[in-house]
C-alpha cells in the first residue's frame, strides 16, 4: 500500500475520528507521569522511540509474540499504539486494512508511526 503525504494525512484525521467512536480504544489516556516524560524527552525523542518500536516490534511479518508484544504502560507509544489499534499485527489488519505476514512496508511503518504520533499530539492539548 503506498501513501501520499495528503493521502496520510487525511487516513490519519480519519481514523483518529473512527478510534474516538471506539468504547475500547477511546479510553486509553496519557498519564500525568507520560507527560512529563514527553515533556523532558521532547517529541522528536519520543518519536524516534514510536519508529524503533514499530519498526521492530510490529513491522516483521511475524512479529515475536504478536498480539501480546506492546505492553499496556510504561511508555508514552505504548498506550498510543493500544489507542491507535496498532499494538498488533491482527489490529492493523482490522482498523487499516494493512494484511498479516508480509512485512510492513516504509511507507505503512510511516504512517502508523504519524498515526501514533498524531494521538500522542492531541493528547498534549
Not at 490519519?12 to 474516538?20: E, K
Not at 507520560?34 to 511475524?62: C, E, T, W
Not at 512479529?63 to 489499534?85: L, N, S
Request: charged share 30%; hydrophobic share 40%; net charge positive.
Amino acid at each position: 500500500m503506498v501513501y501520499c503525504r495528503s493521502d496520510i494525512s487525511d487516513k490519519i484525521a480519519a481514523a483518529l475520528v473512527a478510534l474516538n467512536k471506539s468504547n475500547f480504544r477511546s479510553r486509553f489516556k496519557l498519564t500525568d507521569k507520560d507527560h512529563l516524560y514527553i515533556q523532558k524527552k521532547g517529541i522528536d525523542v519520543i518519536r524516534s522511540h514510536a519508529f524503533d518500536f514499530i519498526k521492530n516490534r510490529l513491522a516483521p511479518a511475524f512479529p515475536k509474540k504478536d498480539g501480546k508484544q506492546t505492553p499496556m504502560k510504561g511508555h508514552p507509544v505504548f498506550i498510543a499504539q493500544h489507542a491507535t489499534a496498532t499494538c498488533c499485527r491482527g489490529c492493523l489488519q482490522k482498523w487499516y486494512r494493512i494484511e498479516k505476514g508480509k512485512p510492513l512496508t516504509d511507507d505503512e511503518i510511516r504512517f502508523v508511526v504519524k498515526l501514533v504520533m498524531g494521538w500522542i499530539v492531541k493528547q498534549q492539548d
